[in-house]
């Protein structure tokens, strides 16, 4: 047993070598000696069994609005007191993300936008594996090519702007603007890196209301039309909250669903037996996905705050407490998933945590299983002897906080 003191939050990001390097190391030894750790550096408890962590996704009462957590939660309390500069939206648009905001205005939001989008994600396979086509169309004739980049990079952007209903003449702009905007998710940016995310959601913001206010005087047939709609039906959302929940499917599915396919892309090919037996089993990539989210999940953490004093894994936690349920930890917990650190498309075991849990799963899971499906079934398909440039190169991992995703993928088809 290490006499190292147990990591904390900042030791659990991609800033950290160590972690960056095998996350497991460190999420196993605090599993195995304090499943439900106090950091009082980052003034919050870190929770790493699986069944501790689905039982507080799972408890409906629990708060997710930082504002309610205690003064100690530094991290917590960040998301909501930090102020920057240069940011021209409305305080209404800023603060009716439903990501942070509990009950009863979360699920005022929430729920007709998740009717609304469900509804579109159910008959967009077609839309999906035209993106798909239409980036892997310029990479037939490559011999080499970075499979983040070229493909995992751009499905997402892709396919949610044609679901929202963006003009296929602003998509470049749309495309350089969501990547801005996903630096908003860097608690740790630099200076140039506030600054372009503060250019970036301010054009589109802009940019979405524009698109709103057309789509509210001629519809289309697009999740923006759709939501506009809803509203003239009485649906209780003002523009703010509609705006900004839009921008929120783009800057959270885009992220996190490139991270999903280039994951995917990645552990195929190292684990070649695998690949074959998707290649033998088609039927398999359902599975073979879930497998992915739970492996490599793109999404490190998520964050709840205690409601009332209670107990949590055997630990007392007090009102206002704030609990970071490690997501990454959980899915390799052994408890729940035996052989935990094997690659097996056909697992069966408990279900991943890749997507939070409760009222808060997250509300863009149909769109991405459906994007990451299509996606690696196409690859495979047009690239029958892909394989990595460079095998043996270990591999380089962005260092974008509580997220994981490579910072290239260099294959040879």
Known sequence: MSDAPLPGVFQLTPLNPEFSDDPHALLDR???????HRDTQAGTFILTRHGDVRGVLSDTTMWRSPERAEEAALIQRALVEQRIEGMRMSE??????????????????????????????????????QVVDEWLAPLMDRPR????????????????????????????????????????LNPFRSEQETARFVDCANKMSVYMGELMARRKAEPK?????????????????????????????LIGGNLTTTDLIGNAIWLLLKHPSELARLRADPALINS????????????????????????????PIKQRQSLFMSLRGA??????????????????????????????????????????????TSFFARFPNVRLAEP???PQWRKMPFF??????????
């Open 92 to 129: 209404e648009e800023i603060r009716s993300g439903i990501l942070l905001m509990d009950e009863p205005d979360h699920m005022r939001i929430r729920e007709p936008f998740a009717k609304a989008l469900y509804k579109r994600v159910a008959r967009s396979k077609a839309t999906v594996q």
């Open 331 to 376: 899915n390799r917990d052994p408890q729940a998933f035996p052989d935990p650190h094997r690659f097996d498309i056909a697992r069966k075991d408990a279900p991943h945590v890749a997507f939070g849990g409760g009222l808060h799963l997250c509300i863009g899971a149909p769109l991405a299983r459906l994007e990451a499906q299509v996606a690696l």
């Open 288 to 315: 073979a996905v879930e497998e992915v989210l739970r492996y490599e999940s793109p999404v490190d953490i998520t964050g709840r705050i205690a409601p009332r004093d209670m107990d949590v894994g055997g630990c």
């Open 221 to 249: 047939d697009d999740l923006v039309s759709d939501m506009m709609r809803l509203q003239a039906e009485g649906a209780p959302l003002n523009n703010g909250e509609i705006s900004n929940n839009l921008q929120g499917l």
């Open 145 to 184: 090519f970075d499979a983040m980049a070229d493909f995992a990079l751009r499905v997402p952007i892709d396919v949610i702007a044609r679901i929202l209903g963006v003009d296929e003449s602003r998509l470049s702009e749309f495309r350089d603007w969501s990547e801005g905007a996903i630096l908003g």
């Open 392 to 394: 043996d190169a270990k």
């Open 404 to 413: 994981r995703g490579l910072e290239a993928l260099n294959v040879l088809a």
């Open 30 to 36: 605090l599993r195995d000696a304090c499943p439900v």
